[in-house]
């Protein structure tokens, strides 16, 4: 069954600060990837994905994250945080079998930017 | 594409009620999800559609709940007898498959807000 960590319920960070959210995952297949933002009182939008291929995804707003397949990893990066990035990241994981139509969501990880 | 719209945003009700949410996806999108988002929690998959057809249902989905999507369009979540334990946000997401892929990228609404008094 697919299952996704995110370690870290809160993180605090001085703008213009770089930024790392972490997630792992736990499947016995393969697995696509997701990075999610909520806003407050919004719903989720997503930042990017890992499908396959090149194990570095771009992402909007600057965001990137890299695929580690052996450390069954999916962490999020920024190099330089904003005041609007204040939100709720969520990572997600969804086993790539045919007929397989649920996505499997983190805690998610609270990111606030200190002035 | 107005993108995926949820109503109403907000709903407050006395234990014991009934509530009814509405999801319209984005017109093209055959696949419409929900799912529920409890505090400090990720959101939870609860059931999702291909056209009018519900092909799968999770077991948080209580007799109590019941989705329809009676002509493939716009989706309903009804709640019968709400228990505080309810009281959650409601996302609707749709999504068309990934040509490459299948891969289910999802396009979330922004939600319904439940308050069970």
């Known amino acids: 069954a697919q299952s996704v960590t995110q370690l870290d319920s809160q993180v605090p960070v001085f703008e213009e600060a770089p930024v790392e959210l972490r997630c792992n995952y736990s499947s016995s297949v393969s697995v696509y990837l997701f990075w999610y933002v909520q806003y407050p009182n919004q719903g989720l939008q997503l930042l990017l994905k890992?499908?396959?291929?090149?194990?570095l995804v771009k992402g909007i707003n600057g965001f990137e994250a890299e695929f580690n397949k052996s450390q069954t990893s999916f962490h999020l990066r920024k190099p330089s945080v904003h005041i609007s990035d204040t939100a709720e990241y969520f990572c997600a994981v969804s086993e790539a079998w045919f007929g397989n139509e649920k996505l499997t969501f983190g805690t998610g990880t609270r990111l606030t930017i200190i002035p | 594409d107005t993108g995926v719209s949820q109503n109403p945003r907000h709903k407050i009700t006395k234990r014991g009620q009934n509530v009814t949410f509405r999801c319209d996806p984005i017109?093209?999108?055959?696949?419409l999800y929900w799912y529920r988002q409890t505090l400090g929690q990720g959101p939870e998959f609860l059931t999702y559609f291909q056209n009018e057809a519900q092909l799968e249902k999770s077991r948080l989905l209580s007799d109590r709940f019941s989705a329809e999507r009676p002509k493939g369009s716009f989706s309903t979540l009804e709640i019968q007898r709400t228990e505080q334990g309810d009281s959650a946000m409601y996302l609707c997401a749709s999504r068309d498959r990934e040509r490459t892929s299948g891969a289910n990228v999802l396009t979330f609404g922004a939600g319904s807000r439940l308050t069970v008094l």
């Open positions: 890992y499908l396959s291929g090149s194990t």
């Open positions: 017109s093209e999108h055959n696949r």
